[in-house]
Nanobody, 127 residues
Framework: QVQLVESGGGLVQAGGSLRLSCAAS????????MGWFRQAPGKEREFVVA??????????AHSVKGRFTITISRDNAQNMVYLQMNTLNPEDTAVYYC??????????????????WGQGTQVTVSS
């Protein structure tokens, strides 16, 4: 099993920045990718960004490309994934979920690719 714990959400004004963190623990050695999704009220959960843990390649949703950056740090027991979010706008308001997968890098923007989820952290952007 893999456990994911997010932190760093909060309230920010439009144009501001936030940094989310996700701590992965447990059987992380088998993971192929980590990423972020988000879900706004009344909407489906949508893909934001993913990073391949083998070669560090990344893939961003069009809506966040150029504004959000995913990075990863590794130590013996834990992977940490960070999401730097800049130039935030009210449309970015959502619960942000960290995700992890043991599957090969394919259709990573689809919900079913991801097998592990965090509990979510709220991001609210005021206008």
């Amino acid at each position: 099993q893999v456990q994911l714990v997010e932190s760093g959400g909060g309230l920010v004004q439009a144009g501001g920045s936030l940094r989310l963190s996700c701590a992965a623990s447990g059987r992380t050695f088998g993971l192929d990718a980590m990423g972020w999704f988000r879900q706004a009220p009344g909407k489906e959960r949508e893909f934001v960004v993913a990073i391949n843990l083998i070669d560090d390649r990344t893939y961003y949703a069009h809506s966040v490309k150029g504004r959000f950056t995913i990075t990863i740090s590794r130590d013996n027991a834990q992977n940490m994934v960070y999401l730097q979010m800049n130039t935030l706008n009210p449309e970015d308001t959502a619960v942000y979920y960290c995700a992890a997968s043991q599957k090969s890098w394919h259709r990573i923007d689809e919900y079913d690719y991801w097998g592990y989820w965090g509990q979510g952290t709220q991001v609210t952007v005021s206008s």
